[in-house]
């Protein structure tokens, strides 16, 4: 694998204000870096729409990142916005990955069908977005982390 470079992004009011360890993002920087992965830029952010909107169009645009990572905000409380920033900043969803998500959590507890977890393409970045929990990134990221390599390959240009 070439070197490919990677962003995490936390998604949490909490952990923004300095309230709450970044546990979760602590486990994508530990996974992604596992399987090979720079991990280039890391950031947390309350859950608000357009601020995750406009800095996932920066790493997607200018940074060049090859995936994003977000954890946080995928669930159905009102302020868990994550999927529809990432929506916000999407050319196209790559719905397999939610659903190969959401069959790996289900293994694990019947509340995973409640997740929202999302996965999209912006020019030739992969976003994809986990559950806050250091346990649901682990399970979630596990579960598409053997194709993010191949999908940010195909998605700048390379062949299948």
């Known amino acids: 694998m070439a070197d490919l470079r990677a962003g995490v992004l936390t998604l949490s009011d909490s952990v923004a204000a300095g309230a709450r360890a970044d546990a979760s993002g602590d486990a994508c920087v530990e996974l992604l870096r596992g399987a090979g992965f720079t991990v280039a830029l890391r950031g947390q952010l309350p859950d608000a729409r357009g601020a995750m909107a406009d800095l996932l169009r920066r790493w ?4 060049r990142l090859d995936v994003i990572v977000t954890t946080g905000g995928t669930g159905l409380g009102p302020r868990d916005v994550t999927p529809e920033a990432v929506g916000d900043v999407a050319t196209r969803i790559i719905p397999g990955f939610g659903e190969l998500m959401r ?20 020019g030739s970045t992969v976003i994809v977005a986990l559950p806050g929990s250091p346990k649901g990134v ?18 700048g240009g390379g062949g299948h």
């Open 60 to 63: 997607c645009d200018e940074e």
């Open 103 to 122: 069959a790996e959590g289900l293994k694990h507890t019947p509340m995973a069908a409640m997740s929202r977890s999302v996965a999209a393409m912006r």
């Open 138 to 155: 682990r399970e979630s990221l596990g579960a598409v982390l053997p194709l993010l390599a191949h999908a940010a390959h195909i998605m």
